[in-house]
């Protein structure tokens, strides 16, 4: 029996884990829940699945909760620094990462110290400060165990060939509701368009990142510390369908491929269960179903986002950081009609530009970054408003 700590229980990937838990009562427990602000959900949750932590960050929601709760063992905390204590419990074996953005690298940071497994679904984490959570996990001996569905599938090929050099791996990206589309067009698109997404239902964030084609970026650079690649090794093709998840290319020159049906339970059960898979009853896929497999080159002219993501990577630094703060603020701003779909890129690019570069940060740095791209960013969509108006 695994106790699991779910950091974000109410989202996308904390729902659906929650899911494969429950289908697994004899592998799994639900050791920590955590909720941003969503009190409601993280209580039902709470009830259902009786876990030893239920924290809510938003501190104001705390009476509300622990009121709920009363009559259950459910220790109720609030806050941050409640999420980062609470991951270091002695009886937590693997700490599943599903909250949304930068809150999640202090408790992965954290959980790591305390010696806990990751199941990282958190890639934001990753790109803002891949060089210190990854040799912190050497350093702890601490596994990162990837959920995001390309790595995932990147890391099922891998399994068994630990000796075997990588040549290049290749990330596949949907192209998202926008894939094809003009300069013209993406100028004037909604908010409501961009989040729907073909294949995939997961949080706004993520949906907005997948229509920009930012979400491939992030992955590009998520890709290089999970499996320790340089830029050139990370290519992305575009494959409309969703159904071949990412592929590995060796030095033999022999590809290796994992397939599914876009469905984030299976790569969530495989961290979960690794390196052992379980039977599921899970839609398997049909080759009848889909007859063509298709595939294509990236727009990088109209989706700059993912040209800056590896103008970023190159760079190092914290330039992956202050372009995850950037669009972390232009996402927010487009979901808030304040700025348009090709506005954040604009937003992204001038904090580049902006930003100091400091080529070996430290975590203080990432912090300091994070939160000075932020205020650069907001100033930069204010006055993008003006300009609008
Ligand atoms: P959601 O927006 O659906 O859920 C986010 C979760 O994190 C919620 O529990 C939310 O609480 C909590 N949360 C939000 N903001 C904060 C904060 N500032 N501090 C602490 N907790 C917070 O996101 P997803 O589940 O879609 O994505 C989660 C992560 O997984 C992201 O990093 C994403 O990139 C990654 N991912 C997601 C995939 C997917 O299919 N959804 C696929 C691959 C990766 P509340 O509900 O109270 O707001
Ligand atoms: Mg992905």
Redesign the pocket.
Known sequence: MKNIAI??????????TLEVIEENPSLFRAYVL??????D??IAQSLKFKPAYAI???EQKYQIVKEALSNTDVQVLAG?QA?CNAVSDEHIDVVL????????LEPTIAAIKAGKDIAL?????LVVAGDIVTSLAKQHNVKILP???EHSAIFQCLAGEDHNPIEKIILTASGGPFRGKDAQFLANVTREAALKHPN????????I?SASLM?KG?EVIEAKWLFDLSADQIEVIVHPQSIIHSLVQFTDGSIKAQLGLPD?KL?IQYALTYPDRIKTDFKRFSFTDYPNLTFEQPDMANFRNLSLAYKALDMGGNMPCIINAANEVAVAGFLKDKVGFLGMSDVIETCMERMPHIPSPTLDDHLNTDKETRILADNLIAAYGAVKA
């Open positions: 950091l974000g229980s109410t989202g996308s990937i904390g729902t659906q955590t909720a941003y602000s969503n009190a959900l993280l809510i960050c938003d941050n999420i990462t599903a909250m949304v953005g930068f809150s999640g679904a958190n890639k934001e984490t959920v995001d569905s995939w239902v997961m949080g706004a964030k993520i949906t990142d979400n992030l984030m790569p």
